[in-house]
């Protein structure tokens, strides 16, 4: 599976920015999918996963209450919506696929638990 996270670029404090992951190489609707980011000078970071079907979402707390985290299988594609961006939003942002394994904490952010991580995509926003 490759995956590729795209839709960053420069915004506004307060604005917002729809981050899209799109995979090849094999269809990953049975795949559950999350997003990560590194601000600089930061440990990578959980954004928020979703399950395979898309029926549930998990949000770390930078997150919680502004983005929202959507996928359609038909396109194979997961998306990132960025509401009320802030300058500490400003990170590269990036997805990863997860097979939702009992005993896996991937709608937790385990890292370990991810098995493909897509190139990142940059995010700043300005104040």
């Known amino acids: 599976v490759q995956l590729q996270a795209s839709g960053g670029g420069l915004v506004q404090a307060g604005g917002s920015l729809r981050l899209s992951c799109a995979a090849s190489?094999?269809?990953?609707?049975?795949?559950?999918m999350g997003w990560f980011r590194r601000r600089p000078g930061r440990e990578r970071e959980f954004v928020g996963g979703?399950?395979?079907?898309?029926?549930?979402?998990y949000y770390g707390a930078s997150a919680e209450g502004r983005f929202t985290i959507a996928r359609d299988n038909s396109k194979n594609t997961v998306y990132l919506q960025m509401n009320s961006l802030r300058p500490e939003d400003t990170a590269v942002y990036s997805c990863?696929?997860?097979?939702?394994?009992?005993?896996?904490?991937?709608?937790?952010?385990?890292?370990?638990?991810?098995?493909?991580w897509g190139q990142g995509t940059l995010v700043t926003v300005s104040s």
């Open positions: 990863a696929a997860a097979r939702p394994l009992p005993g896996s904490f991937w709608w937790d952010g385990s890292l370990d638990d991810y098995e493909y």
């Open positions: 190489g094999r269809t990953v609707s049975s795949y559950a």
């Open positions: 979703i399950t395979f079907s898309g029926d549930k979402t």
